[in-house]
């Protein structure tokens, strides 16, 4: 009888639980927290699948440099196999789909769309989550981004196999900002990098000015460590 009771009360709290949360591994984590996923380097396939995990989960991610996303195997047998996607199509009306994308991002956007049930509200709810850019657009480019180990292909990858760059593959067969997304990178990484060193020197100079001052605030410090303020 007491079984029964507790499964009730946790029906209960779970009806009223807070919404926007959902349990992972660490814990509770907040779904308005957003994933920025620096998509440079990690397997197609693998990405698409925690991406889609995600979203499923109601956390809002968006992944940036989409052009620089791998894939197993060699370039010439993967073109092949998007040639091959890009023959097929309604015979009656063409324009009634499948509809084939060309961008990087698009390409990433649908092998995402294939991992959820996105003819239903809550796969739709899902893909509404995932935001995907060729390259670092702002606000994106001032922002932290992650990386995701276990689709890494330097992680996942033996280092004698061949892979191929997403960026290259949507070239070839018909993407056409291959070179003002490259332009636009390259203008990017000046600015950060500028922006870092600028960085690193006032790091530097408040280091400077909290070792000067160290010997006078001595003693309020001590007070602030007593009480647990400072560690």
Known sequence: ??????KKLMRDIAKISLPGLHKSAGGFKSARQVLIIDGRGHLLGRLAAIVAKQVLLGRKVVVVRCE???ISGNFYRNKLKY???LRKRMNTNPSRGPYHFRAPSRIFWRTVRGMLPHKTKRGQAALERLKVF?????PYDKRKRMVVPAALKIVRLKPTRKFAFLGRLAHEVGWKYQAVTATLEEKRKVKAKLHYNKKKIIVKLRKQAEKNVESKISKYTDVLKQYGILV
Not at 1 to 6: I, T
Not at 134 to 138: A, S, V
């Open 68 to 70: 620089g996303i791998n």
């Open 83 to 85: 040639l091959a996607f």
């Open 1 to 6: 009888m007491a079984g029964a009771e507790n």
């Open 134 to 138: 060729d390259g670092i657009p702002p």
